[in-house]
């Protein structure tokens, strides 16, 4: 099964900030991979796929990048609105989700 | 437009059988693949298996043979079964419509189960 390790599992900054979320494969999963916004109480939102494509409706202030194991999801210009958990997920093989990471503002 | 939507029950006795239904407006199951996930509270997100649009399944190992997924095209809705649950099944259950290669585009509200000694 291949596994991902998600850091930070929290963060704290303050608004107008830029943000990193990294995930790391424990192998190439050839950019086959999703990042989650799920606020709390409610479902998780797709924000990218495909490592980089961003989904529809979600601001372009969102952007991820990455490739082989290593990807980031970048939130530039912190909102109030972006306090939620984000989750990786890479569907190379199989499924599976990063652990989580807990954003909140400063 | 798409909707996904959970029923089933609350609370689940130790070692007693999970059913959840997923029922699904603005689209077909036969052209969607839709997905099983798994939240306990306060944590991460576990995939659970696959009903796809064809009408095979796919489980996550993890799983054994406690799970099974199927499906009524007629009615627009896929099943969730799993037995001898224990606390540790304690999550909210989530079904997810497959966009693309595997990545998910749409969710249910989830459906909150206890397992209860």
């Known amino acids: 099964d291949i596994q991902m390790t998600q850091s930070p599992a929290s963060l704290s900054a303050s608004l107008g900030e830029t943000v990193t979320i990294e995930c790391r494969a424990s192998e190439d999963i050839y950019s086959n991979l999703a990042w989650y916004q799920q606020k709390p109480g409610n479902s998780p939102q797709l924000l990218i796929y495909d490592a980089n494509s961003l989904a529809d409706g979600v601001p372009s202030r969102f952007s991820g990048s990455g490739s082989g194991t290593q990807y980031s999801l970048k939130i530039n210009s912190l909102q109030s609105e972006d306090v939620a958990s984000y989750f990786c997920q890479q569907y190379n093989n199989y499924l599976t989700f990063g652990s989580g990471t807990k954003l909140e503002i400063k | 437009q798409v909707q996904l939507k959970e029923t089933g029950p609350d609370l689940v006795q130790l070692t007693q059988t999970l059913s959840i239904t997923c029922t699904v407006s603005g689209f077909s199951l036969t052209t969607y693949n839709v997905h099983w996930v798994r939240q306990p509270p306060g944590k991460g997100l576990e995939w659970m298996g696959a009903m796809w649009n064809g009408g095979g399944t796919d489980y996550n190992s993890a799983f054994k043979s406690r799970l099974s997924i199927s499906r009524d095209t007629s009615k627009s809705q896929v099943f969730l079964k799993m037995n001898s649950l224990q606390t540790d099944d304690t999550a909210k259950y989530f079904c997810?419509?497959?966009?693309?290669?595997?990545?998910?585009?749409?969710w249910g509200q989830g459906v909150m189960v206890t397992v209860s000694s």
């Open positions: 997810a419509r497959q966009e693309g290669y595997n990545y998910f585009d749409y």
